[in-house]
């Protein structure tokens, strides 16, 4: 290793450096049958979902998408990362989900639908990431304190 010792050396050395360890494209990630895979999570729940190339059914628990979403806001946020990549109705999903309530649900297999395309298909990476797809939401219930109804609320007070 030569001594740097200036402004040009450091230059220098940096340009010999070889690029191709960032400039490395991502290689899809699938199993043996076709499929990709992903854990989504929201607030309480946590989803396990799998992607592979079909007609665009998504079944949740073993129902359809319709029956286990069925308020019309909940399907239109499953079906957000496939408008945002531009590629409705050509990947099935299969999807279980645990924890929290609907709304929750609904966001956990978002993100994991997210997560498994960008596995799928690294192309559709920068679309997913731009629109905040493959971010986790972090925002969680604050736990109760002691002495206090809720988490901040407090008791009513009564001068008497």
Do not use: C
Request: charged residues 25%.
């Amino acid at each position: 290793m030569s001594d740097i010792k200036s402004l040009d050396d450091l230059k220098a050395a940096v340009g010999t450096a070889t690029p191709a360890a960032e400039a490395a494209p991502r290689a899809p990630v699938r199993d043996k049958l076709g499929r990709s895979y992903a854990t989504g999570k929201r607030k309480d729940a946590v989803a396990r979902v799998w992607v592979k190339p079909g007609s665009g059914k998504v079944v949740v628990n073993g129902k359809e998408m319709a029956v286990y979403f069925a308020r019309p806001v909940l399907q239109m946020i499953l079906k957000q990362p496939f408008t945002i990549a531009n590629v409705e109705g050509q990947f099935d999903v299969y999807a279980t989900v645990a924890g929290g309530g609907l709304s929750g649900q609904a966001g956990a297999v978002k993100h994991g639908i997210s997560k498994a395309l960008q596995l799928y298909e690294p192309s559709l990476r920068g679309a997913l990431k731009a629109a905040g797809f493959l971010t986790r939401d972090s925002r969680t219930v604050e736990r109760k304190k002691y002495g206090k109804a809720k988490a901040r609320r407090s008791f009513q007070f009564s001068k008497r």
